[in-house]
């Protein structure tokens, strides 16, 4: 059964980092493309960051260089880097393993994890 579960989320402050984790088991994690995901109260989810498995990054316009997306294949890991994080950052992230094999698409969303920006 295929797993997916992100951790580091929490309260920080205006001009603050966090680095957010998520954890793949129960397949072959290379083969995914891995994104990251938020949902703010009031809004849809959108893209923030995604890794394909070749480590080909893309960004949404609002996180460009603040923001860093990155991979651990040996630890079935993805990782989002956040920095000098601002209020309009506040969401639930999810993570997304986005990926097919011997020709079945497969996709599998975490449950999420709360960031806050807030003095």
């Known amino acids: 059964q295929v797993q997916v579960v992100e951790s580091g989320g929490g309260l920080v402050q205006p001009g603050g980092s966090l680095r957010l984790s998520c954890v793949v088991s129960?397949?072959?994690?290379?083969?995914?493309?891995m994104g990251w995901y938020r949902q703010a109260p009031g809004h849809q989810r959108e893209l923030v960051a995604r890794i394909t498995g070749g480590d080909s990054e893309t960004y949404a316009d609002s996180v460009k260089d603040r923001f860093f997306i990155s991979r651990d294949n040996a630890q079935n890991t993805a990782y989002l880097q956040m920095n000098n994080l601002k209020s309009e950052d506040t969401a639930v992230y999810y993570c997304n393993a986005d990926g097919t094999w011997m020709g079945d698409d497969m996709n599998y969303w975490g449950k999420g994890t709360l960031v806050t920006v807030s003095s």
């Open positions: 129960g397949t072959i994690f290379s083969i995914y493309t």
